[in-house]
């Protein structure tokens, strides 16, 4: 059997050509009736429109490259979820590569990314150096960071105000009466933790206090294990610890509780961020800072949509506010 045309579906359907093509061309305007009937006669005579041949004539893939660098963080699996149902709903498909933190890394999976004529970008956590962006630039693809930022201006970005998270973060563990507060940082170079660890300092400056100790495990959740190992049998220990991620704070949790004998809260406060599904077992009960995710996927999509509508939309930089959520991991202040 050779392929059904759009010719025979419309023949079959007893409408026009072009009204065949508008029923598979998403946002195309068509009337119920009309859809009912071409849809019946695809389904009846097998027909499937020819992506590839469409990209081709429109100089749209319809597909939307997204770039992550590790899933291991809880919040990445649920996000991306999100922002492929999200994209789907707007006629595109996704592409998902997974890149490393490293420019060159990146670089080579923007270049295959490229090679599969991608309508625009989404890079999840990924920094792009200034040559990648001005390629991109070039070929008229749109990129949208998210959560995470650069300092350049013809980026657009969207993420949750990490500096305001961290600064609630520091006044609850203050409220709390702690004085001994630490922080077991992520990955220096990402935008999340230094504005998250910007916001934590200058919320502990306007109390009065300093960080009491501080180290960085890359928001590795083996690194994250060590680092708790080596500041919790410290002979003056902190009282409370901010971990930049939830992914990272689920390590610290164990070593205090299974490998050090420590309790939590009532020998040390933990408190994480992203506030990922599991921050509310029962086993964790983590006091975090919530990622409005539906949020930031919905902003995501709307600078992206505006971005393809129109190539010479400003890049916007998108910062939303997330809840302090309170359970029982930390010490809670005094009513």
Not at 46 to 72: C, D, H, Q
Not at 217 to 225: I, P
Not at 281 to 301: F, G, I, K
């Amino acid at each position: 059997m050779g392929k059904v045309t759009s010719l025979e579906v419309a023949e079959r359907a007893g409408v026009s050509r072009s009204a065949v093509s508008r029923v598979f061309t998403p946002g195309a305007s068509v009337s119920k009736r009309t859809a009912e009937k071409v849809r019946k006669a695809a389904a009846q005579l097998g027909y499937r429109p020819n992506v590839i041949a469409r990209s081709l004539i429109t100089g749209r893939s319809r597909i939307i490259g997204l770039v992550v660098a590790y899933l291991e963080n809880q919040f990445y699996p649920e996000a991306i979820e999100r922002l492929s149902k999200a994209l789907q709903a707007k006629g595109y498909h996704v592409l998902v590569f997974m890149a490393s933190n490293d420019h060159e890394a990146t670089q080579t999976v923007i270049d295959e990314l490229l090679d599969y004529q991608v309508d625009a970008i989404i890079a999840a956590s990924v920094g792009l150096s200034n040559d990648l962006t001005e390629r991109c630039e070039g070929l008229g693809i749109p990129i949208v960071l998210f959560n995470r930022h650069q300092y350049d201006d013809r980026l657009s970005s969207v993420t949750s105000d990490n500096v305001e998270g961290g600064r609630k973060l520091a006044e609850f563990l203050v409220a709390g009466g702690h004085s001994r507060i630490a922080h077991i940082a992520g990955w220096e170079g990402a935008s999340t933790q230094i504005d998250r660890e910007a916001g934590f300092i200058d919320g502990l400056r306007s109390a009065g206090q300093s960080l009491f100790d501080r180290k960085a495990a890359d928001f590795n959740f083996e690194k994250a294990r060590s680092v708790a190992r080596e500041m919790f049998t410290a002979p003056d220990r902190p009282d409370a610890v901010f971990v930049a991620n939830d992914h990272m704070a689920f390590a610290v949790m164990d070593v205090l509780r299974f490998e050090l004998g420590l309790s939590v809260p009532q020998d040390v406060s933990v408190v994480g961020y992203d506030d990922v599904a599991l921050a509310c077992w029962p086993s964790y009960d983590l006091t975090t800072v919530r990622q409005p995710a539906n949020r930031m996927v919905a902003e995501t999509v709307s600078v992206l949509m505006d971005r393809l509508a129109d190539a010479d939309t400003s890049p916007r930089r998108v910062a939303l506010d997330g809840p302090l959520i309170v359970r029982g991991s930390a010490r809670k202040p005094k009513e």
